[in-house]
């Protein structure tokens, strides 16, 4: 399919999307219109003087220079069905972003209004619908009735990253292609089709996906959801008990999604989570991946283990949940990449650098706390967009941005009291 587009500033001014039909007064049934809609855009330059004029509740039709038109009251019957498709598009793409930059930038730290309601009713379909493979994995059925929540996942992720900073000895890993362990029910696969061909030459065909996909509301919930019940059905797997029972708490309370991260006081601590969590959740059909750690016995003897030999480890600095870790310092690591410097910055340019600050820590909330109120200061000042920077706003720009395009503030990973 070709499709040749002519992109202009602006088609025309607001036009009804109503039709008229001039046969209803018989007085204009012989006026030859060009367009049988009503529409008074450029009228002064148009009208050509002859009038023909009904009554006191009846429209009249005006000469033009392109013919007669129709103005006036009208009493409009719609179809019954009438097929509208609008498409609109938008070419600002970067005052939209910035906008997103900056709405994020201040809702990171707003205590967010929780509603549990629909989190519930994903619960119950979960609880009551949810089966399991021949081989352990988990099969979902999608939660049709309302979108899945977002609710507190700023709250869980300073949680996990807390539990992370907790103690000396620190481990990660994450969950090999998390979505595609936890199959979606025959029924509801309907609502996951696809078309696909592999080359122009090949017929177009009709794929059903069968496991949880990208992009639907209620794929995140349904993969974490899986991963916990995996973590309840499977815990007696662990031959002792009480390690069973902490692998099991572990798996509910250090996951983001497909992410675990948590620390532990020694190593023989950590080295047993990470057997025993994988050892659970690899009755669920879930392959734990990735490990690392600050302690390189850990990782020596997490590779000695032959159940965990065979999965990829991954050494040095790392992402946990959108910071950066060096495990061989074991420092987080604060890294913005500003934007090109400019000799004259602008309300624009601005923006989009403090915007960027992120921080769910809270550990660089002095310096995200300054860049709000010089947000504030230039939206006092009333600057447009690209208006540069006054003496002092450049001033106090440059204090904060010291010299470098790339700014980065390491700190330690373990907490000190």
């Given at each position: 399919m070709r499709i040749d587009a002519l992109v202009l500033s602006s088609i025309t001014s607001p036009t009804p999307a109503v039709k008229i039909d001039i046969n209803q007064w018989p007085y204009l049934r012989d006026i030859d219109l060009p367009d049988n809609r009503f529409g008074t855009d450029v009228w002064g330059r148009l009208i050509e003087g002859k009038v023909i004029g009904g009554g006191p509740d009846e429209p009249f039709a005006q000469r033009t220079r392109f013919g007669w038109v129709v103005f006036g009251p009208a009493a409009v019957t719609l179809p019954a069905k009438e097929l509208l498709l609008t498409l609109t598009t938008s070419l600002d793409r970067k005052d939209h972003r910035l906008e997103e930059l900056v709405s994020n930038f201040w809702q990171m730290e707003e205590i967010a209004v929780v509603d549990d309601l629909p989190e519930k009713e994903c619960a119950q379909i979960f609880e009551t619908t949810h089966s399991r493979t021949l081989d352990g994995g988990y099969i979902v059925h999608l939660p049709l009735r309302r979108k899945a929540t977002d609710s507190y996942v700023l709250a869980l992720r300073h949680s996990i990253l807390v539990r992370f900073r907790r103690y000396r000895v620190a481990i990660t890993a994450d969950i090999e292609k998390m979505f595609r362990q936890v199959f979606v029910a025959s029924k509801h696969r309907d609502f996951q089709r696809i078309i696909w061909r592999e080359t122009p030459a090949d017929e177009i065909r009709v794929y059903h996906l069968k496991t949880i996909t990208y992009g639907m509301a209620c794929s995140p919930?349904?993969?974490v959801r899986a991963l916990q019940q995996c973590a309840y059905d499977n815990s007696a797997v662990?031959?002792?008990?009480?390690?069973?029972?902490?692998?099991?708490?572990?798996?509910?309370?250090s996951f983001y999604v497909d992410d675990s991260l948590t620390s532990c006081e020694s190593v023989t601590e950590a080295v047993d989570q990470a057997k025993n969590v994988d050892a659970i959740l690899s009755a669920g059909q879930f392959t734990v991946r990735k490990w690392n750690s600050n302690d390189s016995q850990v990782t020596i003897r997490l590779s000695n283990e032959p159940l965990l030999s065979s999965y990829v480890f991954h050494a040095g600095e790392a992402s946990v949940l959108g910071l950066r870790w060096d495990a061989l310092e074991d420092q987080v690591i604060f890294r913005v990449d500003l934007c090109q410097r400019v000799e004259i910055p602008t309300k624009r340019h601005v923006l989009s650098e403090v915007a960027k600050l992120f921080d769910p820590t809270g550990v660089l909330s002095p310096v995200?706390?300054?860049?709000?109120?010089?947000?504030?200061r230039l939206w006092s000042a009333g600057l447009s967009w690209d208006s540069p920077l006054l003496d002092d706003q450049s001033n106090s720009h440059r204090t904060v941005n010291g010299n470098d395009s790339t700014r980065a503030d390491i700190i330690s990973r373990v907490l000190r009291c």
């Amino acid at each position: 399919m070709r499709i040749d587009a002519l992109v202009l500033s602006s088609i025309t001014s607001p036009t009804p999307a109503v039709k008229i039909d001039i046969n209803q007064w018989p007085y204009l049934r012989d006026i030859d219109l060009p367009d049988n809609r009503f529409g008074t855009d450029v009228w002064g330059r148009l009208i050509e003087g002859k009038v023909i004029g009904g009554g006191p509740d009846e429209p009249f039709a005006q000469r033009t220079r392109f013919g007669w038109v129709v103005f006036g009251p009208a009493a409009v019957t719609l179809p019954a069905k009438e097929l509208l498709l609008t498409l609109t598009t938008s070419l600002d793409r970067k005052d939209h972003r910035l906008e997103e930059l900056v709405s994020n930038f201040w809702q990171m730290e707003e205590i967010a209004v929780v509603d549990d309601l629909p989190e519930k009713e994903c619960a119950q379909i979960f609880e009551t619908t949810h089966s399991r493979t021949l081989d352990g994995g988990y099969i979902v059925h999608l939660p049709l009735r309302r979108k899945a929540t977002d609710s507190y996942v700023l709250a869980l992720r300073h949680s996990i990253l807390v539990r992370f900073r907790r103690y000396r000895v620190a481990i990660t890993a994450d969950i090999e292609k998390m979505f595609r362990q936890v199959f979606v029910a025959s029924k509801h696969r309907d609502f996951q089709r696809i078309i696909w061909r592999e080359t122009p030459a090949d017929e177009i065909r009709v794929y059903h996906l069968k496991t949880i996909t990208y992009g639907m509301a209620c794929s995140p919930y349904n993969a974490v959801r899986a991963l916990q019940q995996c973590a309840y059905d499977n815990s007696a797997v662990v031959p002792e008990r009480q390690q069973g029972t902490r692998a099991r708490a572990a798996i509910l309370t250090s996951f983001y999604v497909d992410d675990s991260l948590t620390s532990c006081e020694s190593v023989t601590e950590a080295v047993d989570q990470a057997k025993n969590v994988d050892a659970i959740l690899s009755a669920g059909q879930f392959t734990v991946r990735k490990w690392n750690s600050n302690d390189s016995q850990v990782t020596i003897r997490l590779s000695n283990e032959p159940l965990l030999s065979s999965y990829v480890f991954h050494a040095g600095e790392a992402s946990v949940l959108g910071l950066r870790w060096d495990a061989l310092e074991d420092q987080v690591i604060f890294r913005v990449d500003l934007c090109q410097r400019v000799e004259i910055p602008t309300k624009r340019h601005v923006l989009s650098e403090v915007a960027k600050l992120f921080d769910p820590t809270g550990v660089l909330s002095p310096v995200i706390v300054t860049g709000k109120i010089f947000i504030q200061r230039l939206w006092s000042a009333g600057l447009s967009w690209d208006s540069p920077l006054l003496d002092d706003q450049s001033n106090s720009h440059r204090t904060v941005n010291g010299n470098d395009s790339t700014r980065a503030d390491i700190i330690s990973r373990v907490l000190r009291c």
